[in-house]
């Protein structure tokens, strides 16, 4: 078993946020980036959190995130708002764009909020979980370097192009779901790929177009989309909120989020804030949460994330030594 440590959030957070300042992140930024990571490892969505370090660090000292680049927002209708992040970090356009979205949705009704020029987003349920307990009802989705190919064809077009939702329950923890339209996520093969470890079968192709257990190989061919075409079709309906809606790069034009050569990914997030209509939204959201949580063998999605999040503020996270002994290095300054 891989040694790790185990740390607070907090020094989780502190840990992440000076590596980030040992390359010249500013002191803002570096926090909000290393907030929205810790968020992610929280409740276990390791693929978004301290693996992701090295690989930002990379491309912040090449360019290709433009670390201290300054988030424009402007007000493009009654209910709307875009965000140009800049080509640089997606955290600080979220932070942004979200509180501005708030501050509009109690005289709009709903919120269209839009992020272009942008990078990777690490956990979308970490943005829309923001949303929901502000009363609001969100909808998230973003595109990302192309992964996964068209049903029935070999070449990737579409990302893994998440999609998140959330909605406020009375006295209770927002209610939450996240997922890639992708079977997993691309960072957990990715986290495979860095841990010297296999895939599952089923999770996708090589370049060839046939299955892997390798997650090198897999990271040179295609992910495999859930639901089959219906997946794929989720997908082009993500990207045409994602991409076409916010004028960002399609995932086909988009480079890695992984590799530090290459210009700006330059991708798209776009979200969706309803304040409730219905003066008895919680009761009745109450009866139909029960519905589910009174059968047998049943769960609520996302309850799975809530205990996670639960565990890690009371006992900390885990982390591989090979990533604490690697971000202390970068806050000295090292490679």
């Known amino acids: 078993m891989e040694a790790s440590n185990r740390l607070s959030l907090d020094e989780a957070t502190s840990l992440i946020q000076s590596a980030f300042a040992g390359v010249g992140v500013s002191e803002d930024i570096a926090l909000c980036v290393a907030k ?23 491309q912040v000292r090449t360019g290709k995130i433009r670390a201290n680049a300054v988030v424009e927002i402007r007000q493009t209708g ?13 955290y600080p356009a979220m932070e942004q764009i979200i509180e501005k979205g708030i501050e509009l949705a109690p005289a709009s009704g709903c919120v269209t909020m839009g992020v272009t020029r942008s990078h990777h987003c690490g956990a979308l349920s ?16 973003a595109n990302t370097p192309a992964a996964m190919a068209p049903y029935g064809a070999k070449e990737a077009v579409f990302g893994t192009n998440p999609i998140a939702f959330a909605a406020p329950r009375d006295g209770r923890d927002p209610i939450v779901m996240d997922l890639s339209l992708s079977r997993v996520a691309r960072g957990k093969v990715m986290s495979a790929h860095k841990a010297g470890k296999p ?40 990207e045409i909120l994602a991409s076409v809606m916010t004028g960002a790069s399609f995932s086909s034009q988009a480079t890695s989020f992984f590799k530090a050569d290459g210009p700006s990914p330059g991708v798209g997030q776009f979200l969706i804030a309803m304040k409730p209509q219905d003066s008895q939204f919680a009761e009745r959201l109450e009866d139909l949460l029960t519905l589910i949580e009174t059968q047998e063998g049943a769960r609520l999605p996302g309850s799975r994330r809530s205990s996670a999040i639960r565990e890690a503020r009371a006992n900390g996270i885990d982390v591989p030594v090979r990533y604490i002994d690697a971000l202390r290095k970068l806050a000295e300054g090292g490679t």
């Open 126 to 141: 970490v943005q829309v979980e923001k949303l929901a307990r502000e009363g609001l009802v969100a909808i998230m989705v």
């Open 199 to 238: 895939i599952p079968e089923g999770w996708a192709l090589d370049a060839e177009g046939n299955p892997t257990t390798d997650p090198e190989k897999a990271l040179g061919g295609t992910m495999l989309p859930i639901g089959e075409a219906k997946g794929t079709a989720l997908a082009l309906m993500v």
């Open 78 to 90: 009654t209910g709307s708002l875009l965000a140009d992040a800049g080509f640089g970090f997606a």
């Open 36 to 58: 929205a990571l810790v968020a992610a490892e929280a409740e276990g969505q390791v693929g978004h959190g301290f693996s992701r370090v090295e690989d930002y660090a990379a």
